[in-house]
């Protein structure tokens, strides 16, 4: 059993749980920024879903890309939530504000920083994933 590659997996899921459940449940609207994460996270639940079952080790070559684009999404829209001077440059001109927050846990989690930290985690366990397959 390969730990990385079930590892992304659950975040993979769980990520994309949370975001069902923000938009199905509680109803929240999501803004283009929300619409590019989901793009970039919801083929990672099949594709490291079915890389896990056949124990794919490669499977960083085409979940980094991914990833790494998931990463600059939600850390882009992130920064657009959390610095005043960006929101000028607000790409989300109709339907729901790019720099709203429906949460803000603690002062400073929102959910394109739950996506950011889902991302990181599944481009950190790529990189061990890659690392111990050139190693072999």
């Given amino acids: 059993m390969n730990k990385p590659l079930l590892f992304s997996w659950i975040i ?3 990520a994309t749980s949370g975001s069902l459940y ?3 449940v509680l109803h929240y609207v999501p803004c283009t920024f929300c619409w590019y994460q989901r793009i970039l996270m919801y083929p990672l639940v099949f594709l490291l879903g079915r890389a896990f079952y056949d124990q794919e080790l490669k499977i960083y070559r085409y979940i980094l890309p991914l990833s790494i684009l998931g990463m600059l999404v939600s850390g882009y829209h992130y920064s657009l939530q959390k610095i005043p001077a960006l929101q000028q440059f607000e790409m989300c001109q109709s339907g729901v504000p790019c720099s709203g927050e ?3 846990w603690l002062g400073f989690i929102t959910i394109p920083l739950l996506a950011f930290t889902a991302f990181s985690f599944i481009t950190v366990c790529m990189g061990i994933l890659m690392s111990k397959n050139n190693n072999d």
Avoid: G, K, R
């Fill in 102 to 104: 429906y949460i803000n």
């Fill in 22 to 24: 923000f938009s199905e």
């Fill in 12 to 14: 993979s899921i769980i």
